[in-house]
């Protein structure tokens, strides 16, 4: 009897959801397909029917979480031109991570792929990929630092290139740092220190002083 198109998608997910499980309790390196196979309860010829091989399935697993959160920051930092430049990139930093901490496999995804995976061989591609969606974020964010430029609302000196190299880069290490935390130490502080200070780090950015951008982020954590 010929499987549905439905009766397929729902394989299709089960092997997936099987796989992320393996994946973040094996590591990537370590879990072969059958150890896919035996978790989702099919055959290899199965995951074979959906997968050309393991890389396939492991970019298939990336792409259903950071697609959708790529087309939605998209559409926060470039498409949204009516609202104040800086409250979007505000809202754009806000919603990538609350939606990593509220999602718990969104949160599983992110950490296979940035604990679990060793970008070597076959999935040297992997990390190149990774490089350009945070180019591609780095460029989204200078897009948007020109137009508060031109608003007046950046301190003279401070280049929109070089906000959002800064801006890149405080995003990379708190979401890698968030994934790191099994204690909840770090999600409480952030919820209670750092979300409203990067309300205050906007308006630093926009201080007309002649500090240097790094002491300006610096002076809106507290340090």
């Known amino acids: ?23 973040n ?22 995951i074979y029917w959906h997968f050309a091989d393991k890389q396939a399935l492991v970019r298939a697993i990336r792409d259903e979480v950071s697609l959708p959160l790529v087309d939605k920051g998209d559409f926060t930092l470039l498409n949204d031109r ?7 990139i505000e809202r754009f930093l806000l919603d990538l991570l609350q939606a990593v901490a509220a999602d718990k496999r969104t949160r599983v995804v992110f950490c296979v792929m940035s ?13 190149h990929e990774y490089a350009r969606k ?15 430029r031109l608003r007046k609302q950046v301190r003279a000196g401070l280049t929109p290139e070089i906000a959002a190299l800064e ?16 204690f909840g130490g770090i999600e409480a502080a952030w919820q ?8 205050k780090a906007a308006a630093v950015l926009g201080a007309d002083d002649e500090a240097s951008s790094m002491a300006n982020l610096a002076e809106a954590f507290g340090y």
């Not at 009897?1 to 994946?23: G, N, P, S, V």
């Not at 009516?82 to 979007?88: E, K, M």
């Open 1 to 23: 009897m010929r499987r549905t198109k439905q009766e397929a998608e729902h394989t299709r997910c089960r092997i997936m959801a099987a796989a992320l499980r393996t994946f």
């Open 25 to 46: 309790r094996r590591g990537i390196a370590r879990t072969t397909m059958q150890d896919i196979a035996d978790a989702a309860a099919v055959t290899r010829g199965a």
């Open 82 to 88: 009516g609202t104040d430049p800086l409250d979007r």
């Open 115 to 127: 604990f679990k995976c060793e970008y070597v061989g076959e999935f040297d591609s992997e990390l």
């Open 134 to 148: 945070l180019e591609h974020v780095r460029k989204a964010l200078a897009q948007v630092y020109s137009e508060a």
């Open 167 to 182: 801006t890149t880069v405080f995003l990379a290490g708190l979401m890698r740092l968030s994934l790191l935390d099994k």
């Open 192 to 199: 209670g220190w750092c979300l409203p200070r990067i309300e």
